[in-house]
């Protein structure tokens, strides 16, 4: 079990908390802009494009979004996960 230097395991930490907003950044993006792409995504959330896209692809991995169009060219919408939680 690897344990990092104190130092290293705070920056890691931080490191990990700026993933999380920025993916639930991205999540509530989505979910009010349906059908945004990587490019608007990260340009309204001031993100760098890999970081968005990494976004929306642990997003989809995670059964949160889906690709809005055949080929990825339709942006992104939420699924019924998001609903299903907010009952």
């Known amino acids: 079990n690897f344990r990092p ?3 290293q395991a705070l920056c890691w930490g931080r490191i990990s ?5 920025n993916t639930l950044a991205v999540l ?3 979910a009010k802009q349906p059908g945004a792409g990587v490019s608007e995504v990260a340009r309204r ?3 760098p494009k890999s970081t968005a896209q990494r976004s929306l692809r642990a997003l989809e991995a995670s059964g949160w979004l889906r690709p809005a169009g055949l080929g990825g060219r339709g942006g992104w919408r939420v699924t019924a ?3 299903a939680l907010a009952r």
């Open 81 to 83: 996960l998001l609903f």
């Open 45 to 47: 959330l001031g993100l």
């Open 5 to 7: 230097p104190l130092g």
């Open 28 to 30: 509530e993006l989505v």
């Open 17 to 21: 908390m700026d993933n999380v907003r």
